[in-house]
C-alpha cells in the first residue's frame, strides 16, 4: 500500500515536472528546461523501480542506449551526425555542417565567413571536453546540445531537429570552445536566431 501511495505522489511530481519543462520551452529558457527534462527521467526511473520495471536490463539495452541519443532528429541531421568520427565533438559536428552546405536538404542558411579559416580552426584545436565512462561515443557538449535541440524544435513547433536547429542549439552553449571560435567570427545565438527568423518559407537548395 506504500509503494502504490509513494508511486502515485511520484506520478503527480512527474506531472508538475512536465508541465514547468513544458513553460520553460514555451519560454525559450531551454538551459532550465533541460535541467527539468532531466528531473522528468529521473521521476520516471523511480516509478519504474518501485513498480518492479527492470531498469538495469532496459538500461544496458543496445535500444535503450540508441534512443538516448535519438532525439528525432530528421533523416538529413542523422545522415550528417552518423557520419562524424566517434567521439562526436561540437567542433566535428560544426566541420561537418560546414562542409555539406550545398549538399544538404535541410538547408542551412549559408553564414558570410570565410568558411575554410573556420574548418581549420576547429580541426586543430584541442577540444576543453571530454567524455564519460557511461557513453564514450560523445562528449559532454555534444550531449547537452542534442538535448538543447530537442527543446529548441519542440520551441520552434518542429516536429524533428533539423540541422540548421542543431547549430543553433550548440551556439546556446557559449562555454562550449567551439561556440567561442564561431563568436570570434561574428556568429552567436541571437545574431544567427535572426537571420532564421528571416529566412523565406520556400527555401530550397
Known sequence: MAVKLTSN???EQLNSII???????????LEKASLFRDYEKQTEKRIDLLENKDIKNKKNSPL?????????????ATKLINSIDKPVFT??????ITEKLNIISDELLKLDIDLSSLRKELTSISINDFVTNDN????LNSLKAFKTSFLQAKHLGEKEVSITTLFLSILRNETDLTT???NKYGVNYKSFSLKLAKKPTNNTV
Open 9 to 11: 505522489i511520484l506520478k
Open 19 to 29: 508541465e514547468i519543462k513544458n513553460e520553460l520551452v514555451k519560454m525559450n529558457n
Open 64 to 76: 535503450e542506449k540508441e534512443k538516448q541519443l535519438n532525439f528525432n532528429f530528421t533523416t538529413e
Open 91 to 96: 567542433n566535428k559536428i560544426v566541420v561537418s
Open 136 to 139: 564514450t561515443s560523445i562528449s
Open 180 to 182: 567561442k571560435i564561431l
